[in-house]
């Protein structure tokens, strides 16, 4: 045990990216591993919000759409999430919910793919990205969603019906990363596009979605960007496409000119056109200025701390509790695994309840999963240990077995 302390300790002293810890504000007596659920607040961030409100909203006010920024904002946010995912300046429109997002996406590749009417997502992705995929499917005449399930190949599954695959980049739950340029290759050899779900996989491990010749891609932007609960996601779509790409929800602020009033939709060149109705100001302002932070990031140094922290984890919890009905979860594999590790355990959602009670903050996904995020701009090794320890304790001495943490009403 000592051994992992240490270890700890030298790897935090040697870690290149501890001075962004600072930057954050840490809830008191809390270790949080859901950095990729709802990721943490920044002090300056709240400075923005507070900004924002008295002098942009409550001083400025209608001035403000031009003066402050604000009509931009979509787009100028966008800029500052292009870089984290390979893409260029102009081309990432922020705005929505990624849920709303994957719904403009999905319908833009069926109008892409006018000869083909199969949606294929996997089985087992984020409900939303089926449940939004369904939803289209049962309001567009031709098109059907077909799953592809958990094993399955996908040059089995895709052909000459599919229009367009829907997958996550990194698993939400298994954190497996998906081989992005071959699955855009094999679908592109069938003739159909890729919408990827970047989600679990923006600000936590590489995206370079022109280098692997993406179509395109939306994600979230609360959970290892940081951007606040509820903050609005992204979209973006390969410029080969435009000017033809239409979506459905063609809102006047994606209208090439929205103060034309004009009875017609007429599209704005390029990204813009994924804008649908106002802008979510506050929550903009505040994912705006959580997005600054990337300028001074090494991504490279960032995924790797990444790697570590999660092989770290892994590492002490197969040790430490060992025999205690903790079933590793994840690829042990770093270039094939995200930022979060998860283990199945049949009373998972009890123990997740208790280690919450003693300040360790993770997720439970249904049936028996247990997900613990690794943030690496404001976590430390220390904190992953003592985490493992705590977990250890609870497993070794049950105090998950109470009738206080089988209450299923936490969400979490
Ligand atoms: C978190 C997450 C979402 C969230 O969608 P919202 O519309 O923001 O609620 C969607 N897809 C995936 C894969 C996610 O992990």
Redesign the pocket.
């Known amino acids: 045990m000592a051994d992992f302390a240490a270890r700890a300790e030298a790897l935090d002293r040697t870690d290149p990216l501890a001075g962004f810890r600072s930057r954050f504000i840490l809830p008191d007596g809390v270790i949080y591993l859901d950095g990729n ?1 709802l990721g943490l607040m920044q002090h300056s961030v709240a400075s923005r919000l507070a900004r924002t409100a008295s002098k942009e909203w409550a001083e400025g006010v209608i001035r403000s759409w031009g003066g402050a920024g604000w009509f931009d904002l979509p787009m100028t946010a966008g800029d500052r999430i292009a870089p984290l995912i390979g893409v260029g300046r102009g081309e990432v429109a922020v705005g929505d ?6 719904f403009k996406c999905l319908a833009a590749a069926l109008h892409l793919r006018p000869g083909r009417s199969v949606i294929l997502a996997e089985g087992d ?2 409900p ?2 089926t449940y939004i995929a369904s939803g289209l499917a049962g309001l567009v005449e031709r098109a059907e969603l077909r799953f592809l399930e958990p094993g399955e190949a996908l040059s089995d599954r895709i052909g000459a019906e599919t229009a367009v695959v829907l997958m ?1 980049h990194v698993d ?1 739950r298994t954190a497996e990363i998906r081989d992005m340029a071959a699955v855009n290759a094999a679908a592109h050899a069938a003739g159909a596009l890729v919408l990827w ?1 970047l ?2 996989s923006t600000g936590a491990v590489p995206v370079d979605l022109v280098a692997a010749d993406a179509d395109m891609a ?3 932007t ?2 290892y960007l940081n951007g606040g609960p ?1 903050a609005p ?1 992204f979209a973006w779509i390969h410029s080969r496409f435009y000017p033809e790409v239409r979506q459905p929800l063609s809102g006047w602020m994606g209208h090439l000119a929205p103060f034309g009033f004009e009875r017609d939709y007429a599209a704005a060149p390029g990204a813009r056109r994924l804008v649908c109705g106002t802008p979510q100001i506050l929550s903009l302002a505040a994912l705006d200025e959580a997005l600054a932070i990337w300028d001074d990031v090494d991504l490279a140094a960032l995924f790797e701390k990444g790697r570590r922290m999660t092989a770290f984890f892994i590492e002490v919890v197969e040790t430490e509790c060992r025999d205690l009905g903790l079933q590793l979860a994840v690829p042990r594999d770093c270039d094939r695994r995200g930022s979060h590790v998860s283990f199945r355990h049949a009373s998972g959602f009890e123990i997740m309840q208790a280690l919450a009670s003693e300040g360790v903050i993770g997720d439970f996904r249904a049936p028996d999963t247990m997900r613990f995020g690794f943030a690496p701009l404001y976590l430390t090794f220390t904190e992953v240990y003592q985490a493992a320890v705590r977990l250890r304790d609870i497993l070794v001495e049950r105090r998950w077995d109470a009738p206080a943490f089988r209450k299923r009403t936490v969400v979490t």
């Open positions: 659920s919910s990624t849920s709303a997002n994957l992705n984020f939303t990205d996550s939400y779900d989600s679990h939306v994600g979230c609360y959970k509820g996601a």
